[in-house]
């Protein structure tokens, strides 16, 4: 569970909370030079959500968590300040920015349980780097990059790499997710017509007691005509904690979209030491039919990650490393499940999503997952039965400044949960989420 104790999350390095959904992004100069080639520029991104839950923990929460969570709200906001300029064959740039997060009220993650403050200014973007197109003779498209610094990173859909910093509990702000960039990050990237190549040094930003881990590794990516991208990471993820090694962690991914409207995505994940032995994939089909109304994509994804096998010397639970939010469900598993009881480890999950854009502003998602537990027995139950869980969730983009996202959502608990938590009652969840960007 994703609160104090963390049963089941297991993550080296902790990541909490949704990427922001931000409206088109809104910069003012603050100076332009007479070329326009050096400017500087302000942005600032106002964020306010209300979230109402009815039996939450299976109406259990006030024996299960300390207290009840069947209303709150979160309020954050971040401005930013943006450099560009001319620099030898290329770009410097560089931004710092800082992030203002609170919570009224005790959010269903349970960290805000018995805590009297419950927000916190920090630090966020800090970082300068350089850019250059076409630096490289006979390599046709190239962009060159050098990054260091607290900075933003994803690596395909952000299975294991999106977000670095720790939200909730002291710092409020648990499901908007604010804090994104790792801390002294160097990245350097050569993005070309058919390669990415990355190599990477990543730290990350956990709550106060959370543990602070770094990762270093590389990742490529190889584009085949307009269809079909394939990409592997390899990376060593150290806990920095005693008696714990470091993690040897490789994948594989693939994304393939085919003729009429097809398309496959998929991506595998080994996880080792003479500790550890986790593995976690995923496996995707998709199909979006030709100029029909409303672009309807109906998807269905299988997921399995690991859990520990109690009976075992190894160790197997499946490590999410700094995972984060890119689209519904990728990587937070259900707006009730993924946000606030489980991460990934130990999760196995069907996944059946239909997505329809009624206008171009406007999108609907209904999504159905059906969740097992890995190894109930590292939980101290008999069943894997863990339930079923609805979502539907709409994005308005109402201007060019303001977003709104709005959740409806309901868990219907199995056996396993009822085991686990002590409820049976189903968790109804709703949720309005406005972004304001200037």
Known sequence: MRSTNRRLAGAVLASAGVLTATATLAEHDIYTDKDGKTKITFDIDVVASGYASQDPWFGQAEPFLGDETDNWAEFGFEPGVSLEMPLGEGTLFGKVSGVYTTTAGDDASGLTIGLDDTDELTLEQAHVGWRSEDLFDGIEGD?????????????????????????????????????????????????TDKWLIEGFTLKNRPRDGGTKGEANGANLEYTFGESTTLGGTYMQVDPNLENVETLDVASVRLDWHGPGGFGLSGEYVDESSSQADATGFYGQISYAPQNTRWSPVLSYRYASFDGDDP?????????????????????????????????????????????????????????????????????GITSDDWGDEVNFTVDWQVNDNLYVMGVLAALFPGKGAEQWVGGDKNWLHSMLYLTYSW
């Open 311 to 379: 009976a075992t010397e190894d160790d197997e639970l499946f490590r999410e490393i700094a995972y984060g939010f890119t689209d519904w469900g990728s990587w937070y598993q259900g707006e009730i499940t993924g946000e606030y009881v489980f991460g990934n480890g130990n999760l196995n999950s069907h996944l059946v999503r239909l997505k329809m854009q009624p206008q171009e502003e406007l999108t609907l998602n209904l999504l159905y997952y059906n969740f097992t537990i890995d190894q109930p027995a590292s939980l």
């Open 143 to 191: 962009t060159f990059s050098i990054a260091f610094g607290r900075q933003d990173y994803n690596i395909g859909t952000g299975l294991l790499i999106n977000d670095g910093g720790g939200d909730g509990g002291e710092r409020g702000g648990w499901y908007m997710g604010m804090r994104k960039a790792f801390s002294d990050a160097l990245i350097v990237s050569l993005d």
